[in-house]
């Protein structure tokens, strides 16, 4: 949001003495010493607590409008309204007035160099106390994040992401792919670097707000449609041209490509349809004259229903009935299907909406074969959840059965094997939490936020899966990989 209070709020030097010692993020609030959740002030420095906590933030503002609407407004008390204030670990902007999010800075870029100057402090004391961190490495702590393999001992290999406020649907997704351009790169590279502090990824918070509205705030959002939203943008930013080519050089040269075979989306081959895109033919045929339609759709992610008959078993070891399967749900999504009346096709040789049916089939499977079990359904007044476990391979996901023309495939080319997991903890798409297994020379992981953990496979499989992302198996030594 373009908050219209910045230069009457901001008022604070941006390497103000008045700042407290110590970490920014470790700061306590002035009335309940709580070091949870700090924001300061950008009118005074001072620093309280959020909303979340005890709300001394919120009360800080609300106390200082009191004389504005008691006395006639002086010029001095309208430039000190106390209205924005920074959170101390995401260094994020809130302004109370607009009662949103801040995008913009004022014209002098007070904003950005106040967080500077947060990161700057927050950098000081970590290097301050880095002597510190290395001694207790040796002991207990890094202890607990060491695995044994083959008689040796190894550190994790993976860092965590720090929550930025309800963020974990979007750690649950950057933690899964490690497959805005620039931050995304960043992030994912950061994520394997084997770190024992997590990282922050404000950055890419702060690119996805300004491209992707919708995910502004900190409100628990779907993992799922974050998921697509990312992937999206990074096809749109990835046409913009590489090395001086134009955008309309690459589409030229990708209407050659999409004769080959390859995934487009809006005309255009990217890394991002080259990795998660494959091809679905949507056939419908009209039952009263038999007039067959064929239509080519990409895709980088399926959507697959968890049948009804399944919808009530819970658990693995629920004896009512049998599990359901990942199969059972992709044969539901390519089964024949009878269009209801909601859905009349028009058909072109009767010149009029018919009852039809409707069948998909996979033309081209993608390298990353993305699968989005849709766990969540509207009601006539809210989304409930489907909360069935279903069941999924670890390795040897055969989808030859699925494909158009199985024929013209070989005997491994449609296997997968498993590469992550997000699973989606809680009973409404608004609310709960989301963490992610992945996959990591040979080893599993447990991403939840910022914390790390090694798990092993029986605990993946009996994960309720929400996205599962699986990746071509294992190519023979001399053909392409992944």
Request: aromatic share 10%.
């Amino acid at each position: 949001m373009e908050c219209p209070h910045l230069s009457s709020s901001v008022c604070i030097a941006p390497d103000s003495a008045k700042f407290p010692n110590g970490s920014p993020s470790s700061w306590c609030c002035s009335v309940c010493r709580s070091n949870k959740s700090p924001w300061v002030c950008l009118t005074c420095s001072s620093v309280h607590c959020g909303r979340y906590v005890n709300g001394h933030a919120k009360k800080h503002y609300e106390d200082a409008q009191v004389p504005l609407t008691n006395h006639k407004k002086s010029e001095k008390q309208d430039k000190a309204q106390h209205t924005v204030c920074m959170d101390c670990s995401s260094y994020s902007t809130y302004c109370y007035r607009c009662d949103d999010f801040v995008v913009n800075d004022t014209k002098l870029g007070l904003v950005q160099k106040v967080r500077e100057h947060l990161q700057n402090l927050e950098n000081s004391a970590f290097t301050a106390d880095r002597h510190r961190k290395r001694k207790l490495l040796e002991n207990s702590t890094l202890n607990s994040k060491l695995l044994k393999v083959n008689g040796s001992t190894t550190a994790i290999c993976a860092t965590g992401l720090r929550n930025l406020g309800n963020t974990c649907f979007m750690n649950a997704i950057l933690q899964s792919l490690r497959s805005l351009v620039e931050e995304f790169r960043k992030t994912l590279c950061a994520l394997w670097q084997g770190s024992q502090t997590a990282f922050s990824p404000e950055s890419l918070f702060y690119v996805v707000w300004k491209i992707m509205p919708n995910f502004r705030g900190y409100q628990q959002q779907d993992a799922h449609e974050f998921m697509r939203y990312l992937l999206d943008h990074l096809h749109l930013e990835l046409q913009g041209g590489f090395n001086g080519v134009s955008r309309s050089a690459i589409l030229q040269e990708n209407s050659t490509l999409s004769a080959s075979n390859k995934c487009c989306i809006n005309g255009a081959s990217t890394v991002v349809t080259a990795i998660f895109g494959g091809i679905l033919q949507n056939e419908v045929n009209c039952l009263i004259c038999g007039t067959e339609s064929r239509k080519f759709d990409p895709f980088l992610d399926l959507s697959l229903d968890i049948p009804s008959q399944f919808r009530s078993k819970r658990s693995k070891n629920q004896e009512n009935g049998p599990v359901c399967s990942l199969r059972d749900c992709l044969r539901s999504f390519t089964d024949l299907e009878e269009l209801d009346e909601t859905e009349l096709y028009m058909c072109h040789k009767c010149k009029k909406k018919q009852k039809s049916t409707k069948k998909f089939w996979i033309q081209k499977l993608p390298k990353v074969l993305c699968l989005h079990l849709k766990r969540f359904h509207w009601t006539a007044y809210l989304r409930n959840k489907v909360d069935t476990y279903v069941e999924f391979p670890l390795r040897g996901l055969d989808m030859k059965c699925y494909l158009l023309e199985p024929e013209n495939s070989g005997p491994e080319s449609c296997l997968y094997d498993l590469a992550a997991v997000v699973v989606h903890h809680g009973s409404g798409v608004g609310s709960g939490h989301y963490t992610a297994y992945a996959t990591h020379e040979g080893r599993w992981f447990h991403f939840n936020d910022s914390t790390v953990t090694l798990t092993d496979e029986e605990t993946v499989v009996k994960a309720k899966a929400y996205i599962l992302f699986y990746v071509e198996h294992q190519a023979k030594a001399g053909s392409d990989k992944l």
